[in-house]
């Protein structure tokens, strides 16, 4: 089987969400997410939608199949807000929508997507894309207290989604 798209991530957990002050003098860019997770099959489906500070909404269907501890592959297409609304009608019903705000922060040559979540309420990942499964990562400082995560299954967002997903204390 031929791969597509792949998708080589670290997820760390912090100890609280950055500042808004950290955030605003790192230039980040905010964005509000709603993922819904769909029926399987296939499995690994899921649509988001995307509001921008200027208030633009996209939407997406991403499909995910796991390949390897970092290692995922991923194909996104844009979709409108109608064919959103269809799938919201295929929703998986053991999961919730994640809700959640993504904090985007340029570092060095990698990027920092901070998500800070509605629910579970306190949780707050940082994942870093990377162009290969030996890149190194160093997280700045002004993050604070980092765990990595990047294998630990139950940080995986579809997991999270779970109806009786109980994320461990930090």
Do not use: C
């Not at 060095?108 to 030996?134: C, H, R």
Request: no cysteine; glycine share 4%; proline share 8%.
């Amino acid at each position: 089987m031929t791969e597509g798209p792949l998708e080589i991530e670290r997820k760390y957990r912090l100890a609280h969400p950055p500042s808004p002050d950290d955030l605003s003098v790192r230039g980040a860019r905010s964005f509000r997410l709603e993922q819904v997770y769909l029926a399987e099959p296939p499995p690994g489906r899921r649509i988001r939608r995307i509001e921008a500070p200027d208030g633009a909404v996209s939407h997406r269907l991403t499909t995910k199949r796991h390949l390897r501890d970092l290692v995922r592959e991923e194909v996104e297409i844009e979709i409108d807000a109608a064919e959103y609304q269809r799938l919201v009608a295929e929703a998986d019903p053991g999961r919730h929508p994640i809700r959640k705000t993504r904090h985007v922060v340029a570092h060095g040559a990698q990027q920092l997507e901070i998500d800070v979540f509605e629910e579970p309420a306190g949780l707050v990942l940082v994942e870093v894309e990377l162009a290969s499964e030996t890149e190194s990562v160093e997280l700045p400082e002004w993050l604070g207290k980092a765990r990595d995560v990047s294998t630990d299954p139950r940080y995986a967002n579809a997991n999270l989604a779970l109806r009786a997903a109980i994320v461990p204390r930090y």
